[in-house]
């Protein structure tokens, strides 16, 4: 499944690395991994939109990994920590 600290958010891809999440700009890093629906990597410049994920962010406030939600993953209880 997701790492524990991966957190479930509303991300908006608006290219060239950059993301929303709510009403803060992020950056991805650089060497960001995004995995789609069906779990595959896809690039950074190939995901525009928004969409529900679960994601990581490092030390420096960059998105460091990203998974894409489906509607079972999005609908699911958060787990107990």
């Known amino acids: ?13 608006a290219g060239n690395g950059a993301v ?10 650089p060497g960001a991994l995004i995995r789609d629906a069906e779990n595959r990597l896809v690039l950074q410049g190939a ?15 960059q998105v460091g990994r990203v998974w894409i939600l489906t509607p079972e993953e999005i609908a699911a209880p958060e787990p107990k920590q």
Not at 1 to 13: D, G, L, R, T
Request: hydrophobic share 45%.
């Open 47 to 61: 995901v525009r939109g928004e969409y529900q994920v679960r994601a990581i962010v490092d030390m420096y406030g």
């Open 20 to 29: 929303a999440v709510g009403d803060k700009a992020m950056k991805l890093s």
């Open 1 to 13: 499944m997701f790492p524990p600290e991966a957190k479930k958010m509303k991300m908006v891809f």
